[in-house]
T-cell receptor
Framework: SQTIHQWPATLVQPVGSPLSLECTVE??????LYWYRQAAGRGLQLLFY??????ISSEVPQNLSASRPQDRQFILSSKKLLLSDSGFYLC???????????FGPGTRLTVL | GENVEQHPSTLSVQEGDSAVIKCTYS??????FPWYKQELGKRPQLIID?????GEKKDQRIAVTLNKTAKHFSLHITETQPEDSAVYFC???????????FGGGTRLMVKP
């Protein structure tokens, strides 16, 4: 079965600073990967998804970007953080031929 | 695109009572309907899912029913316990390779 790792677990960053969140997946190959954001007390907002290396689709235009440099690595980045970027960032994975998504442990980001 | 509505947004029940959470979806081509449980500060965890070729699925105290004609599906929790307290999310998709569209979530509180 697949295991999803996210790093770091928590992060406090000043407004205007850069961001890099990492997600890695073990136990499977060629997964579909997703980045979600969850504001405090709110639902899940899909930010990006990827069906393969270098293939990124954006769901919400904003100051965030995503990259997939390796099959089982998904990175979320920003050049300049905004206060509104604070939230719980969740990476999810599904096997190539299935629709069941499993979530990683998440990164809690606070922008001050 | 798909739109998933979830009701109620909050639900308070007495321990031992049943809880029912309902979701409606708009895309008649959707055929996969998972439910996730998210405890405070944790990742969403898949608790049960159903596909459109069945009308009901049970797993111990949890059951999900699907009415494709009416385009709605429900989560039923019987004999609720305090540890069932969490936020529950429903979702819908067209199947493998397609995105999950999440409902807004239901905060369930089970009073001892």
């Amino acid at each position: 079965s697949q295991t999803i790792h996210q790093w770091p677990a928590t992060l406090v960053q000043p407004v205007g600073s850069p961001l890099s969140l990492e997600c890695t997946v073990e136990g499977t190959s060629n997964p579909n990967l997703y980045w979600y954001r969850q504001a405090a007390g709110r639902g899940l907002q899909l930010l990006f998804y990827s069906v393969g290396i270098g293939q990124i689709s954006s769901e919400v235009p904003q100051n965030l970007s995503a990259s997939r440099p390796q099959d089982r690595q998904f990175i979320l980045s920003s050049k300049k953080l905004l206060l509104s970027d604070s939230g719980f960032y969740l990476c999810a994975s599904s096997l190539d031929n299935t629709d069941t998504q499993y979530f990683g442990p998440g990164t809690r980001l606070t922008v001050l | 695109g798909e739109n998933v509505e979830q009701h109620p947004s909050t639900l308070s029940v007495q321990e031992g009572d049943s809880a029912v959470i309902k979701c409606t979806y708009s895309d008649s081509a959707s055929n996969y309907f998972p439910w996730y449980k998210q405890e405070l500060g944790k990742r969403p965890q898949l608790i049960i899912d159903i596909r459109s070729n069945v009308g009901e699925k049970k797993d111990q105290r949890i059951a999900v029913t699907l009415n494709k004609t009416a385009k709605h599906f429900s989560l039923h929790i019987t004999e609720t316990q305090p540890e069932d307290s969490a936020v529950y999310f429903c979702a819908a998709s067209r199947g493998a390779g397609n995105m999950l569209t999440f409902g807004g979530g239901t905060r369930l509180m089970v009073k001892p």
